[in-house]
Nanobody, 120 residues
Framework: QVQLVESGGGLVQAGGSLTLSCAAS????????MGWYRQAPGKQRELVAG???????NYADSVKGRFTISRDNAKNMVFLQMNSLKPEDTAVYSC??????????????WGQGTQVTVSS
C-alpha cells in the first residue's frame, strides 16, 4: 500500500510558475516509476509527466519545454516544476506511483490531488 500526498497547488497568473511536491510513503517495493496526472473539468485524466527511478523522463506534448519532473529517491518525493503556465493548464494535479519501471505507467496508486488554477 502506497500513500501519496501532494502540495504546492494554487492560483497563478498566466506566464507564472508553480512547483508541486508529492511525498510517498509505504512499501518501497511498490514505489518505482512515478508521475503526475491532471484532470480538468469535463476532460479525461491526462498523464502530464513520468519519471523512472533512474531519472528518465517522459512528458505530454502539451507541457514539453515548460514542465520539469524530478524526484528525490532518498526522500521518496517527486516534484513538478511548472513554468510559463497557461489557462489551459488549470486542473487538479495528482501524483502517482507504479511498482513497474516505465515512466508511462501503468500506475497503481494516486494521491488526492491539488488544484492548480491559471488566470488569464
Amino acid at each position: 500500500q502506497v500513500q501519496l500526498v501532494e502540495s504546492g497547488g494554487g492560483l497563478v497568473q498566466a506566464g507564472g510558475s508553480l512547483t508541486l511536491s508529492c511525498a510517498a510513503s509505504g512499501s518501497s517495493f511498490s514505489i518505482n516509476a512515478m508521475g503526475w496526472y491532471r484532470q480538468a473539468p469535463g476532460k479525461q485524466r491526462e498523464l502530464v509527466a513520468g519519471i523512472t527511478r533512474g531519472g528518465i523522463t517522459n512528458y505530454a506534448d502539451s507541457v514539453k519545454g515548460r514542465f520539469t519532473i524530478s524526484r528525490d529517491n532518498a526522500k521518496n518525493m517527486v516534484f513538478l516544476q511548472m513554468n510559463s503556465l497557461k489557462p489551459e493548464d488549470t486542473a487538479v494535479y495528482s501524483c502517482a506511483s507504479s511498482p513497474y519501471g516505465s515512466n508511462r505507467g501503468p500506475f497503481a496508486s494516486w494521491g488526492q490531488g491539488t488544484q492548480v488554477t491559471v488566470s488569464s
